[in-house]
């Protein structure tokens, strides 16, 4: 069996956040696979199943399967027999993104191809922030599971190292939920709305004006407040499978957890000219500019962009912020009116 330090170093290259999942992926695998009794406990816990012995599990991750002449890989997926029963599970991890485009309706296919031959199926989607979901077949069920609620789960199994240090994992990345304040919560809240009016205007005025001639796209407060409780990013945004965003980046991990004030162009899986997108972007963070690739560009199902930021702190040298970080921001917008000119059959869609 390959250990689970091996599974993980086959990531060691990626982008941040792509990393992070990546990571989680293979820890929470490693130990359904391998601490006694806890798939059945997990399984348990969420209502999937009522029964508490299983037999010939397999857990397995990016495994992939065909359906409809394309290729899907859950990022983890589940065998096993419960009372002469079949069963097999897909689960996808979204820790920094959303779904990707009719990702869970291909998964869901793909599984109720299985049920049609007598295997009960299940689809799991486990996330970091709230994204409830239908599901897309009567025939698969479809479990939303937070990552908070399986932190809480794994408490009781702390007494095994591997769950304890990846309790201590998943608290570090801010995927556990404290159910209490403490004194930074009451100072994050005492001081929010003078934080958020800050932000709001150093992205309006000229910000806005630049971004609303540029992209072609309307400035809305509404998606930056909704980008917020998506992503747990402020940020201003135009295009959905091909998009371009503009704002405050909080960090969600790592020992760099310090807000980043930056841009990004982005390429979902989605776009009908993805790869013409990627070598654009490529080309583009070529001409040592400050826009950086992320590290996962050979993928077909992951999202892929460019970025361009720098610590908040940065800019706090100054002695006026809002105007520093406008200035910043308004040479990220005039990059971008360089990379359409460049690529004008490319449009934010």
């Not at 841009?263 to 989605?270: D, F, K, L, N, T």
Request: include cysteine.
């Amino acid at each position: 069996m390959e250990s689970l330090f091996s599974r993980l170093f086959k990531y060691r290259s990626s982008e941040k956040r792509v990393q992070q999942e990546n990571f989680l992926t293979e820890i929470f695998a490693f130990l359904l696979e391998n601490v006694p009794s806890l798939l059945v406990s997990f399984l348990n816990e969420f209502g999937i199943i009522t029964q508490n012995q299983l037999e010939n599990i397999k857990v397995k991750t990016q495994r992939s399967f065909s359906i409809n002449s394309d290729k899907i890989t859950p990022d983890i997926t589940i065998e096993f027999s419960v009372e002469n029963q079949n069963w097999l599970m897909f689960i996808e991890n979204k820790v920094g993104a959303l779904e990707g485009n009719e990702q869970l309706t291909k998964y869901s296919d793909c599984l109720e191809k299985e049920t049609s031959q007598g295997t009960k199926c299940a689809l799991l989607y486990i996330t970091r922030f709230y994204d409830p979901k239908d599901s897309p077949s009567p025939q698969v069920t479809l479990f939303p599971i937070r990552w908070w609620q399986i932190h809480e789960m794994l408490d009781k199994f702390i007494d095994n190292s591997f769950v304890s240090q990846a309790r201590l994992f998943m608290e570090e990345n801010n995927l556990s939920l404290s159910k209490c304040f403490s004194d930074n919560h009451v100072k994050a809240m005492m001081y929010w709305n003078e934080t958020k009016e800050l932000m709001d205007v150093s992205l309006g005025d000229i910000v806005e004006e630049k971004f609303e001639e540029i992209t072609r796209g309307k400035y809305s407060t509404y998606w930056v407040n909704k980008n917020l409780q998506l992503y747990g990013d402020y940020f201003q945004a135009v295009g959905n499978s091909f998009w371009f965003g503009i704002g405050y980046f909080m960090a969600h991990s790592g020992d760099e957890n310090r807000p980043t004030i930056g841009g990004c162009i982005v390429v979902e899986p989605s776009y009908s000219k993805r790869l013409q997108a990627i070598q654009a972007l490529r080309e583009f963070a070529e001409k040592d500019n400050g826009w950086e690739l992320s590290n996962n560009f050979n993928s077909e199902e992951e999202t892929v962009w460019i970025t361009k930021g720098q610590f908040l702190e940065e800019f706090m040298g100054s002695g006026n912020h809002i105007n520093a970080i406008q200035n910043f921001f308004l040479e990220i917008l005039s990059d971008v009116n360089e990379f359409q000119q460049s690529y004008p059959r490319l449009k934010w869609g």
